[in-house]
C-alpha cells in the first residue's frame, strides 16, 4: 500500500473506513489534514468567526470519521462531496450556537485576536501594513471599502464615484499587489 | 498536492468569499474547493489577506483617507473616533485624549466637478509631511477625511499642521487650506 500522502481521496476514505492495521491512524490524520482546512474555510466564508469556523472543522472531521467507520458513507470516491454536504448541515448549527455565545461574549469578554494565515504561515500584519500603505490611496479605500466595511462593487462606486465595473478592477489588482508585497519577503517595505 | 485540472480563477475566488455569487455558482465553487486542494490553499491566501486587514482595523492601525463609509463602519464597530471638522481657511485647536482610537480630519470644500483630489500635510518648517495623491470624491457635497491611529497622534509635539487640498489633474486648484493647531498628549486630560 502506497504512503497514505500519496493515495487519492477515495481510497484515503477507504483507509479510514477499513481501519487497516498500521494505517487507521495515519489515514485519519492525513485525511484530517486534507480536509480540515477546506471545512474551515467554508466555516469562515459562511460564519465569519474564527472560533465558530474552529467547532465547525472539529464536529465536522469528527462525523466523517465516524461515517466512514461506520460504513454510512456509501461511495468513498465522494468524500468530498461527504464533508461539503456535513460542513453545510453542521453550519446551520454552528450558527446558531455561534449566536448565543456571541452575546455572552459581547457580554463578558473582549474578542480574540484571529490567527491569519497566509498560505500555512502566519500572516505578518506589520507587513501587511506596510504593503497597504504602499497602494495608491484610490486602491487603499477600495480594498478597505470591500473587506473591511464589507461594501459591494455597487455601494463603493456610490462612495467613491468610481464606475462598478472600475471598482471590480482597482479591487482584483489591488489584492494582485497586496499578494505579492506580502510574499516579497525578502525585499523590505 | 494533486494539480487542479480546472483551476478556478483568482476573481472567481474573491468573488466567493466576499459573497458576491449566487446560490448556483456558491455551490458550483464549493464542490470545486472541496475537491481540490490547489484551490483551497489559493482561496486560504486570498482570505488571510482579508482577514488580516480587518485585524490591523480592529488593532486601530487605519492610516491615511478614509471615506465616510469607513467611518460609519468605524464607530458601529465601537471604535472611539475624535473628528475634527474644518471647512476652507479654518484653524481648529485639536489634540487627543485616552480612549480615543482615531483622530480624523474631516474637510470640506467645493468639489464641482472635481472628481479626485490631492491632499499636502505640511509642518511648521514648511516641510512636506504627507502628501496624498488622486485621492476619490464621490460628489459636489463631500467631505474628505484623513485619520490617523490615535496611537500616532498621541507622539506628537504640539505644532500648526497646514493642510492643502487642491484638486487633481493639471489644472491643480486649490480648494482648500486648513489649520490643525494641535497640543501634545496630556495623560492626565480627559
Known amino acids: ?189 | 498536492m494533486q494539480p487542479c485540472d480546472a483551476p478556478l480563477s483568482d476573481e472567481m475566488l474573491l468573488v466567493y468569499w466576499l459573497r458576491e455569487t449566487s446560490t448556483d455558482e456558491t455551490d458550483q465553487i464549493e464542490a470545486h474547493l472541496f475537491a481540490c486542494a490547489e484551490c483551497a490553499a489559493r482561496l486560504e491566501r486570498t482570505a488571510s489577506l482579508g482577514m488580516g486587514l480587518n485585524e490591523l482595523v480592529r488593532q486601530g492601525r487605519l492610516s491615511g483617507m478614509v471615506s465616510p463609509a469607513l467611518l460609519n463602519r468605524l464607530q458601529r464597530d465601537g471604535f472611539h473616533l475624535r473628528l475634527y471638522a474644518l471647512s476652507p481657511g479654518d484653524t481648529v485647536p485639536c489634540t487627543v485624549f485616552p480612549g480615543d482610537d482615531f483622530v480624523a480630519a474631516s474637510l470640506h470644500a467645493d468639489f464641482s466637478g472635481v472628481r479626485s483630489v490631492s491632499l499636502s500635510v505640511t509642518a511648521p518648517d514648511d516641510s512636506t509631511l504627507r502628501e496624498f495623491e488622486d485621492v476619490p470624491v464621490s460628489g459636489a457635497e463631500g467631505e474628505l477625511v484623513w485619520a490617523l491611529p490615535a496611537a500616532v497622534v498621541r507622539q506628537f509635539p504640539s505644532m500648526r499642521l497646514r493642510l492643502t487640498l487642491t484638486s487633481a489633474g493639471q489644472d491643480r486648484a486649490v480648494l482648500g487650506e486648513y489649520v490643525l493647531d494641535h497640543s501634545a498628549f496630556d495623560p492626565a486630560s480627559g
Open chain 1, 1 to 189: 500500500m502506497p504512503p497514505v500522502v500519496d493515495l487519492s481521496d477515495g481510497d484515503l476514505a477507504r483507509a479510514v473506513a477499513a481501519r487497516e492495521p498500521g494505517s487507521g491512524g495515519l489515514a485519519e490524520g492525513e485525511l484530517y489534514r486534507r480536509f480540515a482546512p477546506r471545512v474551515r474555510l467554508y466555516g469562515l466564508r459562511h460564519l465569519r468567526d474564527e472560533d465558530a469556523a474552529a467547532d465547525l472543522v472539529q464536529q465536522v472531521m469528527l462525523l466523517t470519521i465516524e461515517k466512514l467507520r461506520d460504513g454510512s458513507v456509501r461511495d468513498a470516491d465522494q468524500i468530498a462531496s461527504f464533508v461539503l454536504g456535513t460542513s453545510r448541515m453542521m453550519a446551520r448549527d454552528v450558527r446558531r450556537q455561534e449566536w448565543r455565545r456571541s452575546k455572552l461574549r459581547e457580554t463578558y469578554m473582549p474578542p480574540p485576536a484571529p490567527e491569519t494565515r497566509h498560505g500555512g504561515e502566519l500572516l505578518d500584519l506589520d507587513r501587511l501594513d506596510a504593503c497597504l500603505a504602499r497602494l495608491a490611496e484610490r486602491d487603499r479605500l477600495v480594498v478597505l471599502l470591500t473587506f473591511y466595511a464589507e461594501r459591494t462593487p455597487r455601494e463603493v462606486q456610490q462612495e467613491l464615484g468610481v464606475t462598478e465595473g472600475n471598482v471590480r478592477v482597482i479591487r482584483h489588482r489591488a489584492l494582485q499587489r497586496l499578494r505579492a508585497c506580502v510574499m516579497s519577503r525578502e525585499e523590505g517595505p
